[in-house]
Every structure is written in structure tokens, then in C-alpha cells.
């Protein structure tokens, strides 16, 4: 066996172990260690990547000394090496972008706390990423909630204590509904391994067999999931936690945290309930109608916003609309759109949330588009990161954004009914409304105004252009390259069938 | 004194005139003219009030359209500040209502569904049940060969599905951060308290029992009993029900009680931040550390090098025992720094 197929297994348990150390550090030397772990995953998952891709096969690692219906097991494939690296790389220029204001916004004793949860939340996303298994999917799903509320709540003022409580609220129903969704199906089909439960989920809905429970288990399962990664009449948490957070905090949540949850119902489609079961029950039509529900309101909440924050949290709802709208074209083009969508919009807005501190940073602290006037001259590489990210937002050519619009609009040509006027209508209409707040914050960033917040000894921090940098050469990579992306991405949907 | 305006036309003052000497006609004529004069007066005169009359009818009107204008203005007003308090007034009420209707209304069809749900599911306990599978037998069968635990629960979590287990002690963990992110009062840094942490010590002080001698006295009594029986609950834990996370909360619930009646003066000389930070750490370590040398060799088909010993002996089933006694340790220490953070914000 190569060596590198113990790469998952290694990334996964560092995690924890780190976490876990972490939590008795000293801050700098915590953040030391935060950052070359998540470095260090990162390189991991990227030969994951490349090896899978160069043998053309996924593998799964044996958890112990027992074999998979027995024991644990985790899985890779090319879809997964793409999620894990592509996770690592958002999470650590999101660290890195974010670190400055981690120092200011979070208490000083507490610091290396942050890094602990930021480790553990590592671990649950990679967990989640090459999981085989439903319920060690679950254990991880936990993980993953708990150190994200903490991550929400460890700036300690009201507002972010109020969107913590809002968020563990619903998160914690989410939560509920999937372990009620993964035990009914257990008592089906005595499995919680992945393949196993597919083949008996195929056999039984062959036969035509417990119709209703199936059903049933299928809407749980979707709709926990569906709270938990903010669909649109779910979404009550979601402006508040990416609002008041601190910025690396609403950098992971938004990209990482419900793209985690977006991937694991991915998984569940392809590799627990199968796409003939999954597609063939009415829940796509469900996702379709809330996904492009959540397109158009998103929008409209994130225009009648003031608060630029809020106003990029809002825009999620209405990016996750159209992941969703992917999902409910029930075919394989809208997944590998859906897919696609969930790769650029994490790259956009985990960008956008940093950029958007380091605007606030040179206004006096502050997040209204008045006191924002300007600040794209005062610090000039937050002010290109806004744009790049806000352009590619709106779907301008040579952006990521644009490709997965691109990719959306032809899967929903290709579905041939009524999804496709619909999708087409509203797709055209969001990217309208996309258009008009997006290019009035870049418009009211680069309004010269507000000269008494400048500052001539202000340099934005090396680290921070790094990260920046970073991010907008993800982004062209994403809106110019994005054929390979694609590809690695159809073969991993066909590794997962 | 003004004479009245008809005077000039007045008999008596005709008959003076034809006294004085003038004609009839003159007379008459005179006052022919004099009627005529007094006719164009009182046109005059008329118009002129009719003109006046006009005037105030039209302020008054004007006057009333204003008053009215302001009545209209304020009602208006009125109406607006109503239509504005409504949300606050009685949108509130309603939607709250409303809201609750709905709300019972979706539990309600939330928990018919999945009681239809549970109607159609298969028969609890039947022998041919689809979850009676080869997984179940495999653990039945062959659970005390495969992890030489007796107890097959034990095995199961801690080595069959190990990672899993792994998972879920740290959930533990990582709630426990968050309860300290939550609620640990820090230290300066030269180590003394700060002023938020000195009050919350005071506090705590004022509201301790103070040599309450009924509850020193049993939990004289009661301490050692519950450690030892929560470390057998864990030591144990391979063999027979229980293991590490109930054991752990047995051993937890001895510490708070002696804290209870003996004070955090006498318990910090034990648990203090230092040792906890040990005490939590290690364990858990160690956990990881072990469970990774197995699933690595696992996966790679090498062979472990611990041994699982004879069932049912104390010393048996391999890591097991080890790791339900990490498990003990990590939950007794976290229930204790609970009610620690719960009670003064920290240790």
C-alpha cells in the first residue's frame, strides 16, 4: 500500500491531537502551531489529490483492525482531494488574512483557545470531507457545530453572544433532524456504512418497499442539513454569526463551515440514498423552489442593508440559493455546476469578509457604507480584494464567479422544463440584483469622502497582502482555469456512483 | 344731532317746506329726487354690505376650511402614528399569536409524520429485521475473540468503531473549550486575579457553606465511596457494563461534593489550573496517540503488538482498559472545571 493513503488518516488525528495541545499553549505559540498544521494538511491533501487523480481510482483506509461493515472507514477520491485542499488553502489564507484582527478582537488570554477550536474545526472538515460512514459523519457534524458556535461567540460582546445562541439554536435542530434522519434509516437497512446502505436503500426501493419511511428519511436528512448550511427560510442565524463575528471566524464559517455541510448531503446524495432514489423523490423540486426563493430574497435583504457585513452575510443566503437551485436540477450537470459554485463562492466570500475588516480597519472601526466612503484609497489592498471579490460576485467575465454562473445557466438549459425558464429568469434578475449592491459598496468604497479617518502612517500588514494576494489569484484561477476544476470534478461525482 | 336719512322725505318736513314757501311740485319733485338719491344710497350701501357680508362669508369659509384642514391634518397625523404603532401595539400581538399557532401547528405536523413514519418502520425486536445483519452477528459471534472484551459494548466503542469513540471524547473537549472561552474569569499576567475575578471569588466566599458539619461529615463518608466506586465503574468497564464515560461521571460528581463541604481552599491544592491542564491533556493525548498506532497498523496490515490477554482477567482486551481509564479521567476533570467555571470562573 503507498504511503500517501495514509495521508487523510494523519491529517485527521494531528487535528485533534494539536487541538487538544493547543489548548494549553501560549497564543503565539498556538497560532505557530495552527498555522504550520494547517499548512501541513494542506500539502497532505494536495498529494492526496494528485495521487488519486494520477491512479484514476478513489481508496478507502481501514480505521483499525477491522474491516469496513465492522469497523470505521474513511474514503478518497478525486472529489474529496479537490474539497480537502481546497478547504486547507481557503482556511489558511483565511488565518492568515484575519490574524491581525484576531489580536484586537479577541481577549488575549483566550487566544490560543481560538487556535484549539480552529484545529478541532479542522479536524471535523476533513472528517467530513473523507467520512464513509454516516454516523462517524455525524460524531464529526457535532464537532464541527460546537467549535463553530465557539468560534462565533469568542469575541465576546453582545451581539456576537446573541448570534452564537441563534446559531447553536438552529444548528442544534439541523443536527437533531440528521441523527433522526441517520437512525430511521439504520432501522431499515442495519447499516451505517455508506456503500452498504446504498445497496440496501437500492434493493428497497426496487421493491417498493417501506416507500414512506424512505421518504421520510430523505426529507430529514436534507432538511437538517439544509438548516445547517442556511437555506433560505432557514437562514435567521446567518447574518448575525457572519456579521458580528471576528473576520477570519466569518471567513471559515461562511466558506468552510456550511460548504462542509453542503459536501456531506453530496455525499449522501451519490453515495447513501443513490442519485436514481434521491432525484426520483420530490425533495429536488424542494430545494429548486427554496433555492431560487433564497437567490431572490437574499438579495433583497442584502440591498436594504446599511451594514456592510451583514450585507456580504446576506449575499450567502442568496449564494447558497443558487448551490441549492444546482442540487434541484436533479442531474449530473447541475451537480457538477452546484459543485463548482460551492469551490468559487467559498473562495469569493471568505476573501470578501477579510476585505471587508481591513475597510472597516481604516474607518474607525466601523461598517456602515457612510464611514466605508473612501476607505478603498486609505488601504488600497483591501480595496482591490473588495472589488475583485464583489466583480466576481456579480459573475464579470474572468472572475470565478462568472464561470459558475456560466455552468449554472447550462445545466438549467439543459433540464428542458419548467426549471429552465425559471432558472434562466431568476438566475438573470439575481445577477441584476447581485450587480446593484455589490457595485454600490465598490462605488461607496471609491467615493473619495471621510478624510478625517486617514491615516498617513497607516501600511496594510504584510501578512494580510499575502493573504490577499492569495485569495485573488484563487479567484482568476478559478474564472481562467477552470477546465481542469471541472473535469477533477465530474470524475469525482463518477468515482462517487 | 345727524337727522334720520329720511327726514328730508317725512311729511312734516314737506309740510315746513311748503310753509316756507315753495311749490307743491317743487315739492314733490324734491323729493322724487330725494327718493331717488336715497335709493342709490341704499344700493350703495347695500352692495357695499352685501360686499362685506361676501367678505366674511369667504373668511369664514376660508377659516373653516382651515380648521378643517387642521383637523384633517391631525386626523391624519393620528392616523399615521396609529398605523405606525400597530406593529408595536397590535402587529406584535398577532404575529405572535400567529406565530405560536403556526409554530404548534408545524410540531404538531412534524411529530404526525414521523409517528405515521414509526407505524411503517419494521417491528421492534422482530428476529428477521433488516438491522439482524451480518454486522451484528460478527460483533455477537466473534466480539470477545476479536477485542477479548467481555463486555461487548466496550469492544464495540473502543475498538471496533474506535474512531468514532475518538470523535466523540473530543466533542467533549471542544464544549468544554467553549465553556471556557464562555465563562473563565482570566489572571493577570503576573498570576494575581483581576478585579472581575477577585469579586466573582468574593462571591463565591459569601455564599459558601461555611463548616456546614452535617455535610463535612457525610461527604466524609460519601467522597472515598463514590471515587472508588466510579474507579471501578472504569476499571471495570471492559468487563462488565459501564466504562470510562459513566465511571468518569461518578468520579466527577465525588469531587464536586467535596468541594461543597470542604471548600475550593482545600480542593485547589490538588486541582488546580496547572494540574488540570495536565490532567485533561494528557489523557487525551495519550487516547489519540494510541488509537492512531492501531489504526495505522491496522491499515496497514502490520501487526499490533498488544496483547489482548485472557478474557475476563482485569489485565486483558488491549487498549480497552487503557483508554477507558483516559475516557474516566477526561470526563471526571471536565464535570469538575464545570462547576468550577459555573460557580467562580475558573479554578
Known sequence: MDFIRNFPFICIVLCLATGVISSVLKPKAAKVVSVSLVSFCCVCSFCVLFYTISTGTSFTYMMGHFPAPWGNEIRAGVLEGVMASFFTVIMLLSLLGGEKYLKIDIEEPKQNLYFALINLLLSSLLALVYTNDLFTAYVFVEINTIAAGGLIMIRSNGHSMLAATKYMIMSLLGSGLLLIGITLQYDLTGHLLMSNIKESIGALAA????????????????????????????????????????????????????????????????????????WNSKITNVFFILGVAG???????????????????????????????????????????????????AATKSMLFVACRGLSEVSGDK??????????????????????????????????????????????????????????????????????????????????????????????????????????????????????????????????? | ????????????????????????????????????????????????????????????????????????????????????????????????????????????????????????????????????????????????????????????ILDYRAFDTLGESHVLF???????????????????????????????????????????????????????????????????????????????????LYVNAFGFKEATKIMNRKNYAVISVVPLLFYAVAKSYSFFTGANHIESIIPKGTPGAIISSGLILPLNICVGIVVACTMYHFYTLFRKGGM
Open chain 1, 207 to 278: 421493491n417498493g418497499e417501506y416507500a414512506v419511511p424512505l421518504t421520510v428519511i430523505i426529507g430529514l436528512m436534507s432538511v437538517g442539513i439544509a438548516i445547517k448550511s442556511a437555506l433560505f427560510p432557514f437562514h435567521a442565524w446567518l447574518p448575525d454569526a457572519y456579521g458580528f463575528s471576528t473576520a477570519s471566524s466569518a471567513a471559515i464559517l461562511s466558506s468552510l463551515v456550511s460548504k462542509a455541510y453542503l459536501f456531506l448531503l453530496i455525499k449522501i446524495m451519490y453515495r447513501v440514498i443513490g442519485t436514481d432514489v434521491f
Open chain 1, 295 to 345: 437567490m431572490l430574497f437574499g438579495s433583497f435583504s442584502a440591498i436594504k442593508e446599511h451594514d456592510m457585513r451583514r450585507m456580504i452575510a446576506f449575499s450567502s443566503v442568496a449564494q447558497i440559493g443558487y448551490i441549492y437551485m444546482g442540487f434541484g436540477f436533479g442531474t449530473e450537470l447541475g451537480m457538477v455546476a452546484a459543485v463548482f459554485h460551492i469551490l468559487s463562492h
Open chain 1, 367 to 497: 461598517k456602515d457604507f457612510s464611514d466605508l466612503k473612501g476607505s478603498g484609497f486609505r488601504n488600497k489592498m483591501a480595496g482591490v480584494a473588495f472589488s475583485v471579490g464583489a466583480f466576481s460576485m456579480v459573475g464579470v467575465p474572468l472572475f470565478a464567479g462568472f464561470i459558475s454562473k456560466l455552468y449554472l445557466t447550462s445545466a438549467a438549459l439543459d433540464t428542458l422544463s419548467v426549471k429552465m425558464v425559471v432558472a434562466v429568469i431568476v438566475l438573470a434578475v439575481s445577477t441584476i440584483l447581485n450587480a446593484l449592491y455589490f457595485i454600490r459598496a465598490v462605488i461607496s468604497i471609491y467615493t473619495p469622502r471621510n478624510e478625517h479617518y486617514r491615516d498617513p502612517e497607516f501600511r496594510p500588514g504584510k501578512i494580510f497582502c499575502i493573504g490577499m494576494v492569495c485569495f485573488i489569484a484563487i479567484n482568476f484561477v478559478l474564472g481562467l482555469a477552470s477546465h481542469p476544476i471541472i473535469n477533477a470534478i465530474e470524475q469525482g461525482l463518477h468515482m462517487f456512483s
Open chain 2, 1 to 156: 344731532m345727524k337727522p334720520r336719512s329720511d327726514y328730508e322725505l317725512s311729511w312734516w318736513r314737506r309740510l315746513v317746506r311748503f310753509v316756507d314757501g315753495e311749490t307743491l311740485a317743487d315739492v314733490e319733485r324734491r323729493a322724487e329726487e330725494l327718493r331717488e338719491t336715497n335709493a342709490q344710497n341704499q344700493q350703495m350701501v347695500d352692495k357695499e354690505a352685501e360686499h362685506v357680508f361676501e367678505q366674511e362669508v369667504k373668511e369664514d369659509r376660508e377659516d373653516r376650511k382651515r380648521r378643517l384642514e387642521i383637523e384633517h391634518e391631525k386626523e391624519a397625523k393620528a392616523l399615521l402614528e396609529k398605523y405606525k404603532n400597530w406593529p408595536k401595539e397590535h402587529g406584535v400581538r398577532i404575529f405572535g399569536r400567529l406565530y405560536a399557532v403556526m409554530a404548534v401547528v408545524l410540531c404538531v405536523a412534524i411529530i404526525a409524520t414521523l409517528l405515521v413514519t414509526v407505524s411503517y418502520l419494521p417491528e421492534f425486536g422482530s428476529p428477521d429485521n433488516p438491522n439482524n445483519n451480518e454486522v451484528v452477528e460478527k460483533y455477537n459471534a466473534e466480539g470477545l475473540y476479536d477485542t477479548g472484551a467481555t463486555n461487548n459494548v466496550a469492544g464495540m
Open chain 2, 174 to 256: 471542544v464544549a468544554a473549550v467553549c465553556v471556557m472561552i464562555l465563562l473563565r474569569l482570566e489572571l493577570t499576567k503576573d498570576g494575581k486575579p483581576t478585579d472581575k475575578k477577585r469579586a466573582a471569588e468574593e462571591n463565591d466566599r459569601l455564599y459558601e457553606p461555611k463548616n456546614d458539619k452535617i455535610l463535612q461529615l457525610s461527604a466524609k463518608i460519601l467522597v472515598p465511596i463514590i471515587i472508588m466506586y466510579g474507579i471501578y465503574v472504569i476499571l471495570n468497564g471492559h468487563l462488565s457494563p459501564g466504562g470510562g464515560f459513566s465511571g468518569g461521571a461518578i468520579i466527577g460528581a465525588g469531587l464536586i
